[in-house]
């Protein structure tokens, strides 16, 4: 396919720069105690006073709230607490994205160092879906479980909890998803006890955006108090309990959850234990994933190196083997299962690669002028579209729903992401009488449709999308934080920026913007044949610096088509090499000319 193509259905991104108010910055600089950068940094992200940026920059892992502030947590710690002294057999039932395998692997560990009779399940994504399933619930009564304890999902499994109910298994839902809501209210599902941080109680918990795996550090925490009968607990359930942190950390990251407030703190803390003691199990990840022993953990190593692995599993297998790698006690089996996964994972990469390549020329070819996305085809594994919806969105700045028409089977599967602003599970109620199943929130969503009900469905959702957005999707917008200029790009610039760490979401990694670029000695680069990146240095005034723009070789074009003169969005970064340290920019995004408009 010609690139002129290509560059006509890329959705260019609109560029906002933040406002600066020097006044303010400098008050804030002074009080904080924090350079001007950090100062700028802790504003653009609403922390306004000294004592806010401390709490912010510091993290304390005392700043954690109590568990039993956590609504439903109390009752939850004591009948587990019960259920273990009374020898009774306890299944951990997770989900099996890396939130889920996290928060269960904490359990698992903490359960099992107080000698309960505990097992775990991870449902497969294909054949039990998502949350808790009525026959796997049967299974596990029939295997003579008594207590049932979700990890990550349930609150939304309302017949689900009733067939628990009806075989007289004891069920504990921890989750931290949105609730299903009715005409008068919430429709929690009948569990002995719900253990959620948004619940309506009369003292609401101080933080409602926890993860999966950070409830399940809660009740982990509270059941150690309950055992250790003090609020104070043992040495040996303390150190379970620090190793936990850093698998809520890794769960917090992997599900996006704001890293603000106690997120912030789990993620700080957790990286560091992970780093400086890690278990059996995550030494094999960290050396698989290609993590030095000697660099600092970051939550974007997460997000991009184990988070992915860990990820793999539930994608294409049996997400039951990260469960395996973060409880087991063996370096040998770690290794077995870390090896397993970076298998699963290389293969899950060649999918996307494969499948979102495959997506865009259909797009292109046949649907370049709908003002959403519906794209299937009997090729693309189930466990894989989701991501192939994310890379869609980012590339053509549209809703995408992506659909693995699987042979042989009556329904397909598919999953849908949407653009800022656009609330996708709303539109596919629009398409309920299609839709053989849906769910999921606003900004991600999963449906089940007939093959032969995706043309009926592409109709449906782009008049959906069309009655909202006569004029198509508004673009998309790149928040920067501040224009600087390359000379300004220094180490101790990098170290300011490091006091800011960990970024995720709602603490972005600072984006800047540099304006009256010159390009020169602009390359491709990759791996074998496969040329995705591009390698280029830009010059302004008597500073020159090397650029890296990972995944935009097919705009190569775009950035020399005005003589050279280009303006970049981008991020800093220190690139070591042998022993030699030079900064150098991570490009986000590029306009070709000496300046860029601004939003």
Same mark, same amino acid.
């Given at each position: ?37 950090? *100062? ?11 004592? *806010? ?62 000698? *309960? ?98 409830? +399940?550090?809660?009740l982990a925490w509270a059941v150690a108090q309950r055992a250790s009968g003090s609020e104070k607990v043992s040495a040996d359930l303390r150190e379970v309990l620090l190793d936990s942190v850093g698998l809520a950390a890794l769960g917090l990251v992997a599900d996006v959850v704001p890293l603000r407030d106690e997120n912030r703190v789990f993620v700080r803390h957790g990286l560091e234990r992970i780093k400086a003691n890690p278990s059996v199990g995550l030494k094999a990840l960290l050396d698989a994933s290609g993590v030095k022993p000697d660099q600092v953990l970051t939550a974007e190593d997460v997000g991009f190196k184990l988070a992915p692995r860990l990820n793999a599993a539930g994608r294409l297998g049996c997400a039951s083997f990260a469960v395996e790698l973060l409880t087991t006690q063996s370096p040998t089996k770690a290794r077995q299962l870390a090896e397993q996964l970076e298998a699963q994972n290389g293969d899950r990469q060649a999918r996307e690669r494969k499948y979102t390549q495959a997506a865009k020329e259909l797009v292109e070819e046949?649907? *370049? ?226 300046? +860029?408009?601004?939003?």
């Amino acid at each position: 396919m010609q690139s002129r193509n290509r560059n006509v259905a890329r959705a260019e991104k609109q560029w906002h720069l933040l406002p600066a108010d020097s006044s303010a910055t400098n008050r804030l600089a002074g009080s904080a105690r924090v350079s001007s950068v950090v *100062a700028q940094l802790l504003l653009n992200r609403g922390v306004r006073d000294a004592a *806010a940026a401390r709490r912010f920059l510091d993290s304390p892992l005392g700043a954690l709230h109590p568990p039993l502030a956590l609504p439903g947590v109390k009752e939850a710690a004591e009948r587990v607490v019960r259920a273990v002294t009374a020898r009774r057999r306890i299944c951990v039932y997770g989900d099996y994205d890396v939130d889920g395998v996290t928060g269960t692997s904490i359990l698992l560990r903490v359960l099992g160092k107080l000698g *309960a009779d505990v097992q775990f399940h991870v449902p497969l994504r294909l054949s039990e879906g998502y949350g808790l399933n009525s026959e796997r619930l049967h299974e596990l009564y029939r295997n003579g479980v008594q207590l049932v304890i979700s990890v990550d999902c349930g609150i939304a499994s309302i017949a689900e909890a009733q067939t628990a109910r009806d075989l007289g298994l004891e069920l504990i839902v921890t989750d931290h998803h949105e609730m299903k809501m009715g005409l008068d209210g919430p429709l929690l599902p009948v569990a002995d006890v719900l253990v959620h941080p948004r619940l309506r109680a009369a003292e609401p918990y101080p933080f409602g955006d926890l993860s999966g795996a950070g409830v +399940a550090f809660k009740l982990a925490w509270a059941v150690a108090q309950r055992a250790s009968g003090s609020e104070k607990v043992s040495a040996d359930l303390r150190e379970v309990l620090l190793d936990s942190v850093g698998l809520a950390a890794l769960g917090l990251v992997a599900d996006v959850v704001p890293l603000r407030d106690e997120n912030r703190v789990f993620v700080r803390h957790g990286l560091e234990r992970i780093k400086a003691n890690p278990s059996v199990g995550l030494k094999a990840l960290l050396d698989a994933s290609g993590v030095k022993p000697d660099q600092v953990l970051t939550a974007e190593d997460v997000g991009f190196k184990l988070a992915p692995r860990l990820n793999a599993a539930g994608r294409l297998g049996c997400a039951s083997f990260a469960v395996e790698l973060l409880t087991t006690q063996s370096p040998t089996k770690a290794r077995q299962l870390a090896e397993q996964l970076e298998a699963q994972n290389g293969d899950r990469q060649a999918r996307e690669r494969k499948y979102t390549q495959a997506a865009k020329e259909l797009v292109e070819e046949q649907f *370049a002028d709908d003002p959403a996305i519906v794209v299937g085809s009997p090729e693309w594994h189930p466990g894989v579209v989701g991501i192939v919806a994310s890379r869609l969105v980012d590339y053509f700045g549209k809703p995408a729903l992506v659909i693995a028409m699987q042979p042989n089977e009556a329904v397909s599967t598919g999953s849908g992401r949407s653009v800022t602003g656009f609330a996708l599970h709303t539109a596919l109620v629009a398409c309920d009488d299609i839709l053989e199943g849906h769910g999921g929130h606003a900004a991600a969503a999963g449906l089940k449709v007939r093959p032969d009900r995706i043309p009926a469905l592409r109709d449906r959702f782009n008049a959906y999308v069309r009655s909202h957005y006569p004029g198509g999707a508004p673009a998309q917008t790149l928040t920067l934080d501040a224009e600087v200029p390359l000379s300004a790009l220094t180490f101790g610039l990098i170290n300011d920026l490091d006091k800011l760490e960990p970024y995720g979401a709602g603490n972005p990694r600072p984006k800047f913007l540099a304006a009256g670029l010159k390009v020169e000695a602009a390359r491709l680069i990759g791996t074998g044949e496969i040329q995705r990146h591009m390698d280029f240095r830009v010059r302004q005034g008597d500073t020159t610096i090397r650029c890296v723009a990972w995944g935009m070789a097919d705009r190569m074009e775009e950035l020399m088509s005005a003589g050279g003169d280009c303006c970049l969005a981008f991020t800093p970064k220190i690139n070591e090499w042998k022993g030699s340290r030079k900064l150098e920019l991570q490009v986000i995004d590029l306009k070709p000319g000496k300046t +860029a408009k601004l939003v």
